[in-house]
């Protein structure tokens, strides 16, 4: 297998993985989505290393059947805002009292409403498997390395967002590993409930020792930097962060699409 990502900028996969993810906020056609899926997926296929934040992407993509699964069975049990003329099932409707006038559970099921429900869920498993392709490629390390010192305190906590993801995989298949050892359940409900607490307790403490060291070592401090210079930079980087964040929220919506690009472009020049 080829192992070309080392050579890439780790950043480089995160606009590549974001630029898909984009696409496929933009769109509800399940081939268009499913190209975009495919994509992904060979790409991480072909260039995904041996390290074991690399193998996250299976994870990214278990999550994005469960988020769809879930938002077809919500549609099911309360209804759907699509009205429908094509009827493939009706359940028993429970009665709700009148202040909860919109909302049912139970009633019938049309054929529209699943596939509205059906091509939003599938969007949105598209995003969570194109950022889980981002977490197979860019090395969370080498990412936070090329950070300049001015975004030191951004640095420090964006340590943690990264950085958990692939602990948490990390650690999933070690506990389930020494589980097998011990001869205990590793899968189903009762391996899950038994893992998934010391899972999330031992990525998050990993990802905040981390970024707890970055601080203690000085990570983006500089020496004897005027005071003036220190808020000029503290000013641009919350600016340029808030404007990268309402660039992409406009990009993202179809109303935001006239000043999504110009304000993303001013954040990031920020």
């Known amino acids: 297998m080829p192992e070309r990502s080392p050579q890439l900028h780790p950043g480089a996969w995160w606009l590549w993985a974001l630029g898909l993810g984009t696409a496929a906020t933009r769109t509800t056609n399940p081939l268009l989505l499913a ?15 041996a390290a074991p934040w690399a193998r996250s992407y299976a994870a990214f993509a278990k999550l994005a059947v469960a988020v769809l699964c879930v938002r077809l069975a919500f549609t099911v049990l ?40 059906g ?22 390390a080498r990412l936070l390395k090329s950070l300049p010192g001015a975004l030191y305190e951004a640095g420090v906590a964006v340590v943690v967002a990264l950085t958990f993801a692939p602990h948490l995989i990390a650690d999933v298949r070690r506990l389930r590993a020494a589980r097998r050892l011990r001869g205990r359940p590793d899968r189903g409900v009762r391996g ?42 503290a000013a641009l980087t919350l600016g340029g962060l808030l404007g ?13 699409g006239t000043y999504g690009l110009p304000v993303l472009l001013a954040g990031a020049a920020a």
């Not at 091509?119 to 950022?131: D, E, F, P, S």
């Not at 990268?244 to 935001?256: D, K, P, R």
């Open 119 to 140: 091509y939003n869920g599938l969007k949105l498993a598209a995003l969570l498997i194109c950022v889980g392709a981002a977490n197979a490629l860019s090395s969370p």
């Open 35 to 49: 190209l975009l899926v495919a994509a992904s997926g060979y790409v991480v296929a072909t260039h995904r290393s």
């Open 192 to 233: 899950l409930l038994q893992v998934g607490l010391p899972v999330l307790e031992g990525a998050l403490e990993r990802s905040v020792a981390l970024a707890a060291a970055m601080d203690a070592r000085g990570f983006g401090r500089t020496a004897e930097v005027p005071a003036r210079v220190r808020r000029t930079t």
């Open 78 to 117: 309360l209804g759907s805002p699509i009205p429908g003329t094509h009827v493939l099932f009706t359940l028993p409707e429970l009665p709700l009292p009148h202040w909860a006038q919109g909302i049912r559970l139970g009633g019938p099921v049309t054929a529209e409403a699943l596939l509205f429900s």
């Open 244 to 256: 990268v964040c309402a660039g992409t929220y406009g990009l993202l919506t179809a109303e935001g």
